[in-house]
Each structure stands twice: as C-alpha cells, then as structure tokens.
C-alpha cells in the first residue's frame, strides 16, 4: 500500500519559516493535499492540489510537490500556527485515500 | 456554507455495530463525494471510505470487509457501519464533504467530530 512519510516534529522561532515534507513514491505525479489540526478541533485544510489555497487561508502557507517529496512552507511562522499538519493523497491504484503520519509544529 | 453534523452512540459493545449519521446543511448532498474518517487519541487520521450521492462507494482496503456507507439524498444524509468493532476501533469519527470538483479532491469541510468508544 502507498505510504506517506512525514517527520514527526518541526519546531521553529516565531517569524521564521517552518518546512513540513511529505514523502511517497513518485509523489510529484499526484496531487497533495495538506490539513491543519489544533488540538480539539478538526482539521482545516490549508493547501490543495500541491500549492493552492482556499479562501481565508493567509499566504504565508504555500506548497510545492515534485519527485518524491511534497513540502508545506509556512512563512513568518506565528504562535497560533502552533498545530498538527497532515499531507493526504488520493491513491489511484487502488481507489482510497492515504494521510500521512502527521508533523507536529512547536513554535519557540 | 456548508455545514456537517455527526450523530450516533457514543458507546458501542465489542463485536456490535457502530452506526453513524452525518447531516448535511446548508448545501445539497447531491454531485459530491463524502467521507468518514477516524482519529484515534493522539494518533493521527485513517481514511474509512466515501460514498458519491449516487450511492457509489470506496473502502479503505484495511476495513473494506467491515464497512457499509449509505447515502439518503432526501433527508440531505449520509451513514456509516462498522461491524464487528473492538477496543481498536474507538476513535473521533469525522465526516467531510470531498470538495475541488473532482472525484480525488481534498475534504474542503468537516463535521466537528464524534468519540465513539468501544467497550463492555
């Protein structure tokens, strides 16, 4: 089955950039989908289709996927980023959905 | 704005059913797919499976033999059986609209979520 491979904790000062990946086999020829879940809540999601944005999403969440590996950036990193982010892929071969294992953001 | 509401047990009995409902408002059922997924305590999202308002589904390979989803367009609805739960089952179950216009599209919007725990 197609795994998703995420680290399980980044942490990063407020103001700077945090960088969140995602890896899978040939990651880059499917589209990624990435969620951000506070504790307690559901998960909203902060990037489609690799690198777009729905509404209200500010833009210092953005993505990009190519070759293995699927990064979200999260640029001027504030305290209320402070969450769990999950990568998801549709996978084709076998119709189902997988989630990546999740990354933790710790702001400083 | 679409919203979704689970419903159902919050305590189901080891090797019963679980059943849940998702109600849908303020937008139509229909022309979409819809999704269940589970969260176990400090772990992290597990796809269960979708269904299309037409009534097409997609399982989860690793809970295909215990999942059966149906979808009621008339009362705007959706549901979800487990059959056969354990202790590994209890989870928030969530239900999402599948959004982006296509058949592979990212959950756009959640139901805030239901525990459903398994135990005697």
């Known amino acids: 089955s197609y795994v998703l491979t995420q680290p399980p904790s980044v942490s990063v000062a407020p103001g700077q950039t945090a960088r969140i990946t995602c890896g899978g086999n040939n990651i880059g020829s499917k589209s990624v989908h990435w969620y951000q879940q506070k504790p307690g809540q559901a998960p909203v999601l902060v990037v489609y289709?690799?690198?777009d944005r729905p509404s209200g999403i500010p833009e210092r969440f953005s993505g990009s996927n190519s070759g293995n590996t699927a990064t979200l950036t999260i640029s001027r990193v504030e305290a209320g980023d402070e969450a769990d982010y999950y990568c998801q892929v549709w996978e084709s071969t076998s119709d189902h959905y997988v989630f990546g294992s999740g990354t933790k953001v710790t702001v400083l | 704005q679409v919203q979704l509401q689970e419903s159902g047990p919050g305590l189901v009995k080891p090797s019963e059913t679980l059943s849940l409902t998702c109600i849908v408002s303020?937008?139509?059922?229909?022309?979409?797919?819809w999704s269940w997924i589970r969260q176990p305590a400090g772990k992290g999202l597990e796809w269960i499976g979708r269904i299309y308002s037409s009534g097409t589904t997609n399982y989860n390979p690793s809970l295909k033999s215990r999942v059966t989803m149906s979808v009621d367009t008339s009362k705007n609805q959706f549901s979800l059986k487990l059959s056969s739960v354990t202790a590994a089952d209890t989870a928030v179950y969530y239900c999402?609209?599948?959004?982006?216009?296509?058949?592979?599209?990212?959950?756009?919007?959640w139901g805030q979520g239901t525990l459903v725990t398994v135990s005697s």
């Open positions: 999402a609209r599948v959004g982006g216009g296509y058949s592979y599209g990212p959950f756009d919007s």
């Open positions: 303020g937008g139509s059922i229909s022309n979409y797919y």
């Open positions: 289709d690799d690198s």
